[in-house]
């Protein structure tokens, strides 16, 4: 996470999210956290899909991807 000016516990923020990139098992999402409509801080969100048994890197599902 970066941090680009302060954010207080009563602030509105708005978070913009855009996919950064999609492999067969994870996909990287950018996340813009924007105060007053000036980016306050910018951070990456990685979701890995795994097997719920095994807990181990399982393929996301298709739908999903073709979502992006």
């Keep these: 996470m970066t ?3 302060p954010l207080r ?3 509105v ?3 913009q999210t ?3 990139s999609c492999s067969k098992i994870s996909i990287t999402f950018k ?3 924007c ?3 000036q ?3 910018t951070l990456n969100v990685v979701v890995v899909g795994l097997d719920s048994k095994t807990d181990r890197p399982k393929a996301l599902p298709q ?3 073709e979502k992006k």
Excluded: F, G, R
């Design 39 to 41: 980016s306050a801080a």
């Design 3 to 5: 941090y680009l000016t």
């Design 63 to 65: 739908d999903i991807k």
């Design 18 to 20: 855009k996919i950064e």
């Design 9 to 11: 516990l009563d602030d």
């Design 13 to 15: 923020i708005e978070v």
């Design 35 to 37: 105060k007053n409509n």
């Design 31 to 33: 996340q813009d956290l």
